[in-house]
């Protein structure tokens, strides 16, 4: 059994994402034993074109779009979710290198475009401007796929003024990783921390952290012209869609057991068959229900001229609220799932803390994804 999806043509992404699940699916425990994704994984995920996928075509990339993306990483997710966030990650920071300037641009992609950037934005470095450019010191936490990166961008506040930043691309040669990632869910994506001492970073290789929180109304690409936002939260929650189906086409083999062989009506000290039936439908249809909202946060975020303040408000609400749906299914999943749901060598339990670690991303919190939308809304 398995919850119902959308029947569109194959991309040249999804096809390859399809091969990238089963390479994922096969290593997924030993990613989640050494705490960061196995070579063959991060092999795969640079072979389907994930790195390559924003980046623009004058540069060798794909110029791909969001939907194709969104459902690539539900793809994946599905046999691990590990694997789909950092795909997402390699994409997503892709888009954010494609605002370098023209020479920065060249050098990161200098070798190609399937070079992996990642990093972080929280702003938490401290930048001072040099005759050469700029001296960046700051430790980063959480930086996914770190262990396996060409580059990585960093926010830092530039002058001592938290309302002015920077992002600056940083090469792997040049910081320091700790290997500080220990948490239950999420384990294979190697979330380290990263420390930058003093390195002085040039002039092409940074931009105002501005042009990626607005957008650039004038941008060449049309990924370039969608305000953070409106596109943020959707490449947290595509991996998170993809564990819960993950979990779904798991318990729903358990659930069909029991809807077939237990009495349609309550009698004993378990469960009836309606009990299963229910809870099968209900989380099918949540199931269903987020991947609506997630297509249409990207067809949003990927719209001509791109997406308005409302709908970029809108984008971040249904992101969280999708992420909340995803959370209350697995958990539903989970609690009826019997002690072998519990079992470490049941897929359920790590989709089950994947999913539950997925959603507490800040990018995908309800309540200032809420009021940004209410202000918006209701006109103030």
Sequence with gaps: MTAGKRGTAPTALAE?????????GEHAAASERT??????????????????HFVPT??????GGVLDLTRALVTVGEQCAAASWSASIVAGLSRMTGFLPEAG???V???????????????????VPTGDGWQLSGTWPSIS??????????RAVVGGDPKHTRVFAVPRADFLVKDTWTTIGMCGTGSNTVVVDEVLVP?????PADDLLNGRPDADQPYHRIPLQGVNGLLFAAPALGAARGAYAHWSGYAGEKI?????????????RTHYATTLARCAGELDTVELLLERVARTAEQAGGPGPLEVARNSRDCALASELLVTAVNRMFGNAGTSGQSTTSPLQRFWRDVNSAVTHVGLQFEPAALGYAALAAGQ
């Design 16 to 24: 390859a994402a399809e091969q990238v699940a089963r390479v994922a």
């Design 58 to 63: 004058g540069y060798g990339g794909t110029g």
């Design 203 to 207: 002039e092409e290789l940074t931009f």
């Design 260 to 272: 077939r062989s237990l009495p349609a009506k309550p009698g004993g000290s378990g469960p009836s």
């Design 35 to 52: 705490r960061t994704l196995h070579p063959a994984v991060v092999d795969a995920i640079r072979g389907a074109g994930f790195a390559r």
């Design 109 to 127: 992609w200098q070798d190609g475009p399937d070079a992996l950037v990642v990093g972080s934005l929280a702003p938490v470095g401290r930048a």
């Design 105 to 107: 641009r060249a050098r």
């Design 145 to 154: 796929v770190v262990d396996h990166c060409d580059w990585a961008l960093f």
